[in-house]
């Protein structure tokens, strides 16, 4: 059974940095498409960032040059660093599994909020 | 950035209705659409991969169609359990991009 939990989201002051992690089970993260997803308080869903089975990074142009994704095969985990945080990064993160191009299995995701 | 134009932004429907969602890209995004079910303080759940297939364990009233820019979601045979928010997504090109949902009220 596939399993996605995400850690570390908190509270953040703005310009602050926080690191998430996603830790899967049930598959091989090494090959895989895993991708962020976020939800502000109340809003829809907004894709955040991508990484491919050849560890090509993609992201959202909002928070492209301060956020990371990467993955650690060995621990089977994929994380996402986030640096100069702004409130409007206020949002639960979903670890996603992407599979035949779409969202196949969800974690249960992590808030952060940003906030002075 | 391709836009997801989704329709419309609510419904209110009974047990048993037919139920159809649109939802409209910029650009021609070939087949690479999904549909997704959100229910409050939930993840969301896949429901459609690849425009029209049916992800394992989803109820057979749920079906999409569709190519290019226009594509739909059709829940056949309301229950109350599909009480929720939908959302389409286009995995065509980076970056990915949600439709703005759906509420369905029964």
């Known amino acids: 059974e596939v399993q996605l939990v995400e850690t570390g989201g908190s509270l953040v002051h703005p310009g602050g940095s926080l690191r998430l992690s996603c830790a899967a089970s049930g598959f091989a993260v090494r090959g895989s498409y895993m991708t962020w997803v976020r939800q502000a308080p109340g809003k829809g869903l907004e894709w955040v960032s991508t990484?491919?089975?050849?560890?090509?990074?993609y992201y959202a142009g909002s928070v492209r040059g301060r956020f990371t994704i990467s993955r650690d095969n060995s621990k089977g985990t994929v994380s996402l660093q986030m640096n100069s945080l702004r409130d409007e990064d206020t949002a639960m993160y979903y670890c996603?599994?992407?599979?035949?191009?779409?969202?196949?299995?969800w974690g249960q995701g992590t808030l952060v909020t940003v906030s002075s | 950035d391709i836009q997801m134009t989704q329709s419309p932004s609510s419904v209110s429907a009974s047990v048993g209705d037919t139920v159809t969602i649109t939802c409209r890209p910029s650009?021609?995004?070939?087949?690479?659409l999904a549909w997704y079910q959100q229910k409050p303080g939930k993840a969301p759940k896949l429901l459609i991969y690849?425009?029209?297939n049916l992800h394992s364990g989803v109820p057979s009233r749920f079906s999409g169609s569709g190519s290019g820019t226009y594509f739909s979601l059709t829940i056949s045979g309301l229950q109350p359990e599909d009480s929720a928010t939908y959302y389409c997504q286009q995995t065509n090109s980076f970056p990915w991009t949600f439709g703005q949902g759906t509420k369905v009220e029964i």
């Open positions: 650009q021609g995004i070939s087949n690479w």
């Open positions: 990484i491919d089975s050849s560890d090509v990074t």
């Open positions: 690849a425009t029209s």
């Open positions: 996603v599994r992407d599979d035949y191009g779409s969202g196949s299995d």
